[in-house]
């Protein structure tokens, strides 16, 4: 333990020398504000730290003698006056935070829900976010899960929580804005839900900006151009509607350039298949769904032919097998779909009479299936398997 000696360096240079005879510099504590010659002559005597108040900042000239000298530099937010007190009231961090006390370190993103119920007989007075290195990133007191949740949110693109980020279900959802399936939780008022069986939920975006007469920007109509394209197989996909076509050619002009065009660079950007992990293959684009109490997962990703497929197929349906182990699933799938031909392969594991009962041919022992003409996991895969499942069950 160390003593140290706070003081606060109010008085001009001359005097804050000479009221520092009898107490060593390297057992001091100064507080200053923005007296660039009181900091320079702390450093140059070599004391133990500089507590800058006022929320100011020191000048890059201090800063770089200050790591010369080896001396440390903190910012207070209060005055010198405030901060000298806070420093003498400071109690040490080892008397708040013991083992028999029970402090806990929590992820950021793990659910309220869940602390809350943990540390629902607790008694330590403090507890500690940490990062994925388990570095310190915050500290809350049980008090602190009782103040309301401001935050609110819009779920785009998908009305299921089982899809929405980790927590979505703990806070105020205020709008949808979505073109699959309802699954929608149950909310406390009215919100807005727009929901249109259509092909891309970019077009629904981009329909809500032409009816308010307003033109986005070149580089959001680009976006919303690439979520069209991408959702709906560039207006092949089943889903496709003729407002989605509609939508995707208003955008063009805006963006200035063709949906044709902008398809081709997308598509030939690269492949998930060559470029990626199989774990990463399973997750880049995988949605959750339940049928009654069973939970499953389809993934899907679009490729320019099958060519790097057949060279990672057995190492993606580890992966796949990994990823339904570990999330619970009754059954995980990936389709493959092909850009060109309009055909997609089904990879799936998990339990063997679903897997027995799918009715399309079979192509490597019974866990990959060929698709003639399937492209959507919205309109075709999910409706199959549902039905499946159905049946199945019974």
């Not at 069973?294 to 992966?319: C, N, P, T, V």
Request: charged share 25%.
């Amino acid at each position: 333990t160390e003593q140290l000696y706070v003081r606060v360096a109010a008085m001009d240079e001359q005097s804050f020398l000479s009221s520092s005879a009898d107490i060593p510099f390297e057992q001091s504590v100064i507080v200053v504000g923005d007296r660039e010659d009181i900091q320079y002559r702390a450093i140059m005597a070599g004391v133990r730290l500089i507590v800058v108040s006022g929320n100011l900042h020191v000048s890059s000239e201090i800063e770089h003698l200050a790591k010369t000298k080896k001396v440390s530099i903190i910012n207070s937010p209060g005055d010198s006056a405030g901060t000298a007190w806070l420093i003498r009231a400071a109690g040490k961090v080892r008397s708040v935070f013991k083992e028999e006390r029970g402090t806990r370190f929590f992820s950021a993103r793990e659910k309220l829900a869940n602390v809350r119920r943990l540390l629902a007989d607790a008694v330590s007075p403090l507890e500690c976010v940490v990062d994925d290195d388990g570095k310190l990133i915050g500290i809350f007191s049980k008090s602190d899960l009782l103040k309301p949740i401001r935050r609110k949110l819009i779920l785009v693109d998908h009305n299921e929580l089982s899809q929405a980020v980790d927590g979505a279900g703990e806070v105020e959802i205020i709008e949808v804005i979505d073109h699959h399936r309802l699954g929608n939780p149950p909310t406390p008022h009215p919100i807005l839900f727009i929901n249109q069986p259509i092909g891309s939920t970019c077009s629904i975006v981009a329909e809500l900006f032409e009816r308010a007469g307003i033109k986005p920007s070149k580089s959001v109509a680009g976006v919303l151009m690439g979520g069209i394209i991408s959702d709906t197989l560039n207006l092949q996909s089943p889903t496709t509607t003729p407002r989605d076509g509609e939508l995707l050619s208003w955008l063009a002009g805006i963006a200035g350039i063709e949906s044709g065009e902008l398809a081709n660079i997308m598509f030939e950007a690269g492949s998930t298949l060559s470029a990626g992990t199989p774990d990463s293959v399973i997750t880049a684009d995988c949605k959750e769904y339940e049928q009654g109490k069973i939970k499953f997962s389809i993934s899907q990703i679009e490729e320019l032919g099958f060519r790097f497929f057949w060279k990672k197929s057995g190492d993606i349906l580890d992966a796949l097998e990994r990823y339904r182990k570990t999330n619970g699933y009754f059954i995980s799938a990936l389709l493959v779909t092909d850009i060109n031909t309009q055909n997609s392969l089904l990879l799936i594991k998990g339990d063997a009479d679903t897997i027995h009962s799918i009715t399309y041919s079979a192509v490597n022992k019974g866990e990959v299936f060929e698709l003639p003409g399937v492209v959507s996991r919205k309109k075709q895969l999910v409706p199959y398997f549902v039905n499946l499942l159905h049946m199945t069950a019974r």
